[in-house]
């Protein structure tokens, strides 16, 4: 009898153990035992990137957004198609349009050199979107890890739950409301906007036949406007690129800010942060223009925020050796 009681007391052991690390929290030093070196390794592939492709950075900070608005941050975003899985890759806020993934790769592959199985490749995109935003001189943080990958990926999801460039105020706080990620988080993660580039696609109906008017969005400096219709003639190349800041294109500071108040927030989205009139967000962009430290200080917040998004930690998901794949 009293062994069969040993053996319910292990079992019951045994189920709470499993159960606390299935609900495991997320912590900066989640690899200090297994590869303490995994910031260093992340930092130095991205540097290499940077060396011929400015926009890296941004692009790889814009991998962890699109990651975590789907299933949360599980790597999904980073899974190609397959018998079973239809790739976000082709979602349409995604397809021609994300990129960095060579570099996911190539940082996978340094880590698996180094820290063979350890390093997931939903920890990866957190890393490499905190070392992108301060190798461009942004703020810095001790980033949570502990994420597992998923095991499948949703188009569908990534198709309706992913913001718009096209989209109003409202409904992109919707979106961010829909992640539990409120007002702030929304007008502190499009500062993200302050280094990198985009396609005309993304913006050029400003520039024609705003809203089927025949004419320009009202919103648009006129000089502003006269140097985007240069750049994106009217039967011109939708991929024709431009920076996001006229000014600081590849640094990541305050200046997004201040272009918004100057009617020069490049998309319809950015813009509409400081033009709709009665919303809440104007006085957040006042307040990130006059002040880059406090912009500093909510960013690293609000990464924190989206970066705790549904993660799968403990036994749940798995650590993807390639992460264009499930194991």
Known sequence: MKSGNNIIVVLAIVIWFMGLSSNAQLNATFYAGTCP??????NGVIQQALQTDARMGA?????HFHDCFVQGCDGSILLDDSASIESEKDAFPNANSTRGYDVVDNIKTALENSCPGVVSCADILAIAAEVSVSLAGGPSWD???????????????????????????????SKFTAQGLNITDVVTLSGA????RAEC???SPRLYDFNGTGNPDPTLDTSYLATLQQTCPQNGSDTTITNFDLTTADNFDNNYYSNLQNNKGLLFSD???????????????????????AFFQNFVQSMINMGNISPLTGTNGQIRLDCKKVN
């Open 143 to 173: 980033v949570l890890l502990g994420r597992r990958d998923s095991t499948t990926a949703n188009r569908a999801l990534a198709n309706t739950s992913l913001p718009s460039p096209f989209e109003s105020v409202s409904s992109i706080i």
């Open 59 to 63: 692009s790889l900070l814009r991998l």
């Open 201 to 203: 696609r993304t913006f």
């Open 271 to 293: 813009q509409e942060l400081f033009s709709t009139t009665g919303s809440d967000t104007i006085a957040i962009v006042n307040s990130f223009s006059s002040s880059q430290s």
């Open 193 to 196: 906007h302050t280094f990198g």
């Open 37 to 42: 070196n995994v910031t260093s390794i992340v």
